[in-house]
């Protein structure tokens, strides 16, 4: 059903929740998934035009790119990293174009519709520019145990 899927990552405690749902999906239709976190500082923002290092940031979301691939390469799931960076509801509805992705799946906050307002929503966004199709799983990051 769905061959590749492009998962969205934040580097925050968000991420486990998407992560063990494509985990499911992706052993339940033999899926590949591209895993792709949007740096969006200024550096990221820049570091092509400018001909900019990554900033430590950037090398830390790699590095958190590339940990939850191995995990999920040592269950058996093909998982590729990939950072980007720019403005995200545009790179993540490019990346799954580009990557061809069937499906795009992201984790959505549960904004009330004031604060998406203020702040817009990724994940609207991404509905509105996409034509692939996009799951959208409302996040509860756990409570840190004592």
Known sequence: MYKR????????PYDEVIIEHVRKLAKLCASTLVLIHVADGWVA?????????????MQQDRAYLEKIAASLDSDGIDAEPLLASG???DEIAAAAERE???????????????????RGSVANKV????????????????????
Do not use: W, Y
């Not at 899927?5 to 925050?12: A, C, F, M, Q």
């Open 87 to 89: 403005e995200p509801a």
């Open 100 to 118: 061809g992705c069937d499906l795009i799946a992201m984790t959505t906050h549960g904004h009330k519709f004031l604060n998406d307002m203020l």
């Open 127 to 146: 509905r509105h520019n996409s034509m692939i199709p996009v799951l959208l799983v409302r996040g509860a990051p756990r409570e840190k145990q004592a």
């Open 45 to 57: 923002r820049n570091v092509t035009q400018l001909k900019l290092r990554e900033s430590e940031e």
């Open 5 to 12: 899927i492009l998962v969205t990552l934040e580097n925050s």
